[in-house]
C-alpha cells in the first residue's frame, strides 16, 4: 500500500476512535481519503477489463467462423 493511502486510513481511524473533530479536520481528512483512493485502481476494474478483452476475442472468433461459413453456402 502506498505511503499516502496508509497515512489517510490512519488518520481516520484516530478521527474515529476520538469522535470529536471540527470541520476543517474533517473535511481535510475526507479529501485525503478521496485523493488516496483515486490513486490506487482497484483490482476489479483490471478483472472487468480482461474479461470484457477476452470477450471481445470470443466474439469476433465465433464472427468470422459465422461470415465464412454463410459465403460458404
Known amino acids: 500500500m502506498k505511503e499516502s493511502i496508509k497515512i489517510a486510513v490512519s488518520e481516520?481511524?484516530?478521527v474515529l476512535r476520538e469522535q470529536h473533530?471540527?470541520?476543517a479536520e474533517a473535511q481535510s481528512i475526507i479529501d485525503g481519503l478521496t485523493a488516496a483512493s483515486k490513486e490506487a485502481s482497484p483490482w476489479w476494474v483490471i478483472v472487468l477489463k480482461t474479461l470484457a478483452y477476452l470477450i471481445g476475442?470470443?466474439?469476433?472468433g465465433y464472427g468470422t467462423s459465422a461470415a465464412a461459413q454463410t459465403l460458404l453456402m
Request: hydrophobic share 60%; charged share 10%; no cysteine.
Open 57 to 60: 476475442l470470443l466474439l469476433a
Open 21 to 23: 473533530v471540527t470541520g
Open 12 to 14: 481516520a481511524q484516530r
